[in-house]
């Protein structure tokens, strides 16, 4: 199993803790103010196992590379998969099953810290695919491989607070992941971990060589739920924000 851990910092780690859950092939690292192992691990059984029986009955759920559609019946983690997937256009809906896994805990967990009067802060890592929740500005350090001039330099400072967030990063060099393009790592943030976890693989894929890097920015940039893109291939990085509150910054 690949595990991958962002580098993420911030100053104020009061009323915090750090743990992880391991679930089958979902490896979670998460920081909130109470150790809610127990109820994270109980909920996501709870959201695999809808995803896992539909995949028993609908192999081409698992494989397709593409957009698919989905009868109406269907469990509602099954659609908003397939919803978000087509809206990209072309990538299949397991392209967001990191990011949907880790926001649909974030929402859950999120419920719990309200319920219990605690700090709302929360970071759920899905192998790289964070769902976060935060009340002070977070720095997230891009990795793009041992060999990239950018890993451990660079990270994505980001001070929306109060919101949720998905930051997710697809890569063609690193990792087990499916993609068919060759960045070092492409990163997007949005308010859906979901819709970013897609939108990276959607992105990433359209980077073969250098010149690809403008038009695969442009693409990303061209949905209204990006906040965010960075696209990183060997000596070439390139970013667009559409927000000051989230920056490239030198770590």
């Known amino acids: 199993m690949y595990k991958y851990r962002q580098q993420i910092t911030y100053s104020n780690e009061e009323n915090l803790v750090s743990y992880e859950v391991i679930y089958k092939e979902t490896s979670l690292f ?48 099954i659609k908003k998969m397939a919803e978000t997937t087509k809206f990209i256009g072309s990538v299949g809906p397991m392209a967001s099953i990191a990011g949907i ?19 709302k802060f929360l970071i759920i890592e899905n192998g790289g695919d964070i769902f976060a929740y935060i009340d002070q500005p977070i720095t997230v350090g891009v990795y793009a491989g041992e060999k990239s001039p950018f890993s451990g330099k660079i990270g ?19 990792g087990h992941s499916l993609s068919f393009g060759s960045s070092d790592a492409t990163l997007i943030i949005s308010n859906s971990a979901s819709f970013s976890d897609a939108l990276a693989t959607a992105t990433g894929n359209l980077v073969k060589t250098q010149k690809d890097i403008e038009n695969a920015v442009n693409f990303a940039k061209s949905f209204n739920q990006t906040l965010f893109v960075c696209i990183i291939k060997e000596k070439t990085i390139s970013f667009c924000s559409k927000t000051d509150k989230i920056e490239v910054v030198k770590i």
């Open 156 to 174: 994505i400072k980001i001070s929306l607070l109060k919101q949720p967030l998905g930051i997710c990063t697809s890569s063609g060099s690193l």
């Open 101 to 119: 896994i880790a926001e649909c805990l974030g929402e859950k967990i999120l419920k719990l810290i309200e319920k219990n009067n605690l700090r």
């Open 30 to 77: 998460i920081k909130s103010p109470k150790n809610f192992s127990t109820q994270i691990l109980r909920n996501l059984i709870n959201i695999r196992k809808p995803i896992e029986n539909y995949i028993l009955k609908h192999p081409e759920f698992l494989y397709s590379l593409k957009p698919i559609d989905i009868e109406k019946s269907a469990p509602e983690i």
